[in-house]
């Protein structure tokens, strides 16, 4: 992924006001990531914490969705499979659901997806072999998995910016 400044980070929100945009916090320094390795940049809100952003390259421009944090207490549980990076993590998978990016977001049209609880799919998409309860494909290896994690990102991200 190609690096971001905070200021591009902000008005890459397509799905929430400015004011918004501007009111969210960013938790790390930009300066410092390793953007190498991201095939995202995702995040929870930490003074907001059923709020989360995802911010990716889709169409040569970085798009930011803003994010919502299903608080449903039976997942804690349950195992679940991520949709981004289908890794399988037992209590850490959640719904994440998100508004429409256009006139339809004003009908309350959104769509969701359960996803790893810490958006931290970059690096379970490239573990090598499953550690504790993450249970990547065994099949395929960290490039192709990464790979396969950008394609679903930009279908989500895809769907979010569609009207339908």
């Known amino acids: 992924m190609d ?4 200021k591009q980070i902000r008005r890459s929100m397509v799905n929430c006001s400015r004011g918004e945009a501007d ?6 320094d930009v300066t410092g990531l390793d953007w190498d390795t991201l095939d995202f940049l995702g995040w929870t ?25 299903a608080d449903s207490q039976g997942t804690r549980r349950l195992a679940g499979l991520c949709g981004l990076c289908r ?19 004003q009908e309350w049209n959104s769509l969701g997806m359960y996803m790893c609880a810490d958006l ?4 379970y998409a490239r ?9 990547p494909d065994g099949t395929l290896g960290a ?3 990464a790979a396969g994690l950008r394609v679903r990102v930009g279908r989500f991200l895809g769907e979010v910016l569609s009207a339908s």
């Open 3 to 6: 690096a971001l400044t905070d």
């Open 23 to 28: 009111r969210m916090t960013i938790p790390f």
């Open 45 to 69: 809100d930490p003074k907001a914490p059923l709020r989360a952003y995802i911010v990716a390259w889709h169409d040569g421009e970085p798009v930011g969705i803003g994010l919502r944090v």
């Open 87 to 105: 890794s399988t993590r037992t209590g850490m998978v959640k719904l994440f659901t998100a508004r429409r990016a256009t006139k339809a977001s």
């Open 120 to 123: 931290a799919c970059s690096k």
């Open 127 to 135: 573990l090598e072999k499953a550690t504790g309860d993450f249970m």
């Open 143 to 145: 490039d192709e998995r």
